[in-house]
């Protein structure tokens, strides 16, 4: 029984020393940046798109075809 006790006990510090442990906390923190720089990347590139498309290559195309 004692023998199972000190296991247990065993166990419960080393379960308590891993959630303690912050030494992966940096990794997560710059994965949080990382997807936050993509999204933001993401949604700039789509506004971009939609503004070039909807003002910028109709108004060159009808320039061009004034041309001729």
């Known amino acids: 029984m004692k023998h199972l006790k000190n296991k247990l006990y ?7 020393k891993t959630f303690t442990d912050e030494t992966g906390d ?3 923190s710059d994965a949080v940046k990382i997807i936050i720089a993509v999204v933001l990347g993401s ?3 789509a506004a971009l798109t939609a ?4 003002t910028v290559i109709p108004g060159v195309t009808q320039r061009i075809q ?3």
């Open 43 to 45: 949604l700039v590139l």
């Open 10 to 16: 065993t166990c419960k510090q080393k379960l308590c």
């Open 26 to 28: 940096f990794y997560i």
């Open 51 to 54: 503004i070039f498309n909807n």
């Open 66 to 68: 004034s041309l001729f």
